[in-house]
């Protein structure tokens, strides 16, 4: 496993950064990982990190369940279990740490770990049945802008300019919080739901230099 990401910094033995959606909101990518290397005493709600038959990439998912047909996993971000059973060789190890903007946090495992897991699920499913019922009226709100620049009246959005190999992407926050892009050579802007129903995309002007 590389333990160098883009900028060529060197991390600390058995760390490693998360990458990916499939364990929001439990890791954000960028989150710094610590695990303890090997398989053993792998339980019910422990996060581990290990590759699949055939694949050089790591992943990052829950133990949903264990027996001697092999380990089922889960992201917290996700609605199904994954399709594949794992052995002991698969496994790098078990996350029992993860570190963001340089602060450190225990990483809930076992039957703490299960609990917090089932819960997370069990909103997932709650959330995709709300947007599946609402969804057409949020797209018919959506496509009329009837609450549309509503962030903007009140001064809370602003407009950065990222330079990435040297092109430009466009980032509109409020505060601290990133709700949308606008990424080289498009036109239209990708804005975060509901911040959709807030701002008009008309008005977003890049800024000046």
């Not at 581990?48 to 971000?77: Q, Y």
Request: glycine fraction near 10%; hydrophobic fraction near 35%.
């Amino acid at each position: 496993m590389s333990n160098e990401i883009n900028n060529k910094k060197i991390l600390p033995p058995n760390t490693m950064y998360y990458m990916g959606q499939s364990m929001v909101p439990t890791f954000t990518p960028g989150d710094l990982l610590y695990f303890e290397p090997g398989c053993n005493e792998i339980k019910v709600g422990d996060v581990i990190v290990f590759r699949t038959k055939g694949d050089d990439k790591n992943i990052v998912h829950r133990v949903i369940s264990t027996g001697k047909e092999g380990i089922k996993t889960r992201g917290d971000n996700n609605n199904l279990p994954d399709s594949w059973l794992l052995t002991g060789e698969d496994i790098t190890g078990k996350v029992i740490e993860a570190e963001r903007d340089g602060v450190k946090r225990k990483v809930s495992g076992s039957t703490e770990g299960y609990v917090k897991g089932h819960i997370l699920h069990i909103l997932r499913k709650i959330k995709f049945y709300f947007i599946k019922i609402f969804r057409p009226f949020y797209l018919w709100l959506s496509e009329r802008n009837l609450t549309g620049s509503l962030l903007q009246k009140c001064g809370l959005l602003r407009i950065i300019s990222i330079k990435k190999e040297d092109k430009e992407e466009l980032q509109l926050l409020s505060g601290r919080l990133v709700i949308g892009r606008l990424l080289p050579g498009r036109k239209k802007w990708q804005i975060r739901k509901p911040f959709r129903l807030l701002v008009d995309e008309k008005n977003l002007k890049k800024p000046s230099c």
